[in-house]
Nanobody
Framework: QVQVVESGGGLVEDGGSRRLSCIAS????????MGWFRRAPGKEREFVAT????????RYAASVEGRFTISKDNAKRAVYLQMNNQNPEGTAVYYC???????????????WGQGTQVSVSS
């Protein structure tokens, strides 16, 4: 049963913007935290951002802080990632995740989506 589904990936121009969406269902929808990771070609998976389902606390990777914004809509069981001023280093598969702790370790997240590809043209 798929519990986390991303959408919104595609081609972005260098310096451009794009918004990713994620819808949670089942157990994932009651998780305390939702967030985003990404994996660039030839690189390890890395933390991007996370947000508490209750309240507004957020956490960002240093590489995206000030450019990306994570938000949520609990009524829709959704989390979003607004990516502004993208750069070629942002080319990656972006994964939506759900878990219980606002940490940067991937092992902290129990639910993972299939990923959505974002390609930034230079």
């Amino acid at each position: 049963q798929v519990q986390v589904v991303e959408s919104g990936g595609g081609l972005v121009e260098d310096g451009g913007s794009r918004r990713l969406s994620c819808i949670a269902s089942g157990g994932a929808s009651s998780s305390a935290v939702m967030g985003w990771f990404r994996r660039a070609p030839g690189k390890e998976r890395e933390f991007v951002a996370t947000i508490r389902r209750i309240g507004a606390r957020t956490r960002y990777a240093a590489s995206v802080e000030g450019r990306f914004t994570i938000s949520k809509d609990n009524a829709k069981r959704a989390v979003y990632l607004q990516m502004n001023n993208q750069n070629p280093e942002g080319t990656a598969v972006y994964y939506c995740v759900a878990g219980e702790c606002m940490r940067e370790a991937s092992s902290e997240y129990n639910y993972w989506g299939q990923g959505t590809q974002v390609s930034v043209s230079s």
